[in-house]
């Protein structure tokens, strides 16, 4: 392998800044070209190429978002639109190539490489931290740490008035940010897409908590939440059933993809950018980068995308005891 290709893909994350720049240096240290690619897979298909050097990613490992920019390219979905990325490739004298993003992102990766035979190493990118076989993906500590830093805020603010926070956090199937961050926020209820404890129990809770003398409270509630109703729905619900509260609704958005990444994130990223690298030079492809009891390991792409990232049940029994 003489030259290597990076992108970013799929929602940005805090980290992928600092993962680029590691596999940049790390080409560079092993006297490799290194390629990146601007746009994810749109920017493949197009061409969009710039050679870099350990020089190009100065002063980025301390940056959120992605320099290379990411799309989620519909166009890529097509055998049209991957030829095109793989004549692309080949006319660039480019041999194989990292991705950093999430689950789409290594779906595609995996598809491309299977049908053109192609080296693909992938980087666990993605606030939710939903890839199976990593402990952590870039940007989840990141994220954590900004919507812990919101909630305290809007705790202030809930105790001043004696209110109720329903709090929207991201997490389209996965919990991890909202339980977390629940539990480091003290959080009295967190709702997440793992489990549907039923509406009536939170209601039931709320009122005991209440009557147990607290005077305000913090309900964190994941965007894949599945208690059928959305978080608006969810403070109209409760303020039909009780009128103990005063209710008002915050939906963090975006601000937690966005941000500095955290010195955790920015190791992480750095040791998965050099994993990347590495893994390349020894021949493997169709595989992912993780991090799993701090050793730096392997695993299939299938395993990452396929596999079920399940709920935490120490956490949420953690969670339980000390919200009483
Ligand atoms: O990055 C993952 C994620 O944050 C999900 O939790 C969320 O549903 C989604 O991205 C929203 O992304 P976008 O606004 O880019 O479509």
């Known amino acids: 392998i003489k030259n290597i290709a990076v992108l970013t893909s799929g929602g940005d994350a805090p980290g992928m800044n600092a993962a680029i720049r590691a596999v940049v240096r790390a080409c560079s240290f092993y006297n490799l070209d290194c390629t990146g690619v601007y746009r994810g897979y749109q920017g493949l298909i197009e061409a969009d190429f710039e050679k870099l050097d350990a020089r190009s990613v100065r002063n980025i490992i301390n940056k959120g978002g992605t320099f290379l920019k990411s799309t989620r390219s519909e166009d890529f979905k097509t055998k049209e639109g991957r030829k095109k990325a793989y004549e692309s490739l080949r006319n660039n004298n480019i ?11 290594f779906t595609g990766g995996q598809k491309f490489s299977q049908e053109f035979d192609f080296p693909i190493v992938g980087i666990p990118a993605t606030i939710d931290n939903d890839i199976d ?26 105790s001043s008035h004696n209110r109720l926070f329903l709090i929207e956090v991201m997490g389209r199937d996965a919990g991890d940010i909202a339980l977390n961050s629940g539990i480091g926020a003290g959080a009295e209820e967190i709702l997440i897409p793992e489990e549907n404890l039923g509406v009536e129990r939170l209601i039931d809770s709320l009122k005991r908590s209440k009557k147990s003398g607290k ?20 403070a109209n619900y409760i303020e039909e059933n009780m009128d103990e509260y005063e209710i008002r609704v915050s939906v963090l958005g975006h601000i937690q993809r966005g941000g500095c990444p955290s010195c955790f994130d920015r190791v992480l990223a750095s040791k998965l950018g050099v994993g990347a690298v590495e893994a390349l030079m020894e ?30 049940k120490e956490l949420r029994r953690v969670a339980d005891i000390t919200s009483v």
């Open 215 to 234: 005077t305000s409270s913090i309900i964190v509630v994941a965007e894949g939440d599945k208690s059928g109703k959305n978080i608006f729905e969810l």
């Open 95 to 105: 041999d194989a190539l990292v991705v950093i993003g999430g689950d789409g992102t």
């Open 133 to 158: 076989g990593t402990d952590y993906t870039l940007g989840y500590d990141t994220a954590l740490n900004t919507v812990v830093e919101a909630i305290d805020k809007i705790r202030d603010t809930a």
């Open 283 to 312: 021949g493997k492809t169709e595989v992912m980068i993780g991090l799993h009891h701090k050793k730096v390991v392997t695993v299939d792409l299938t395993t990452a995308i396929k596999g079920e990232v399940k709920l935490d």
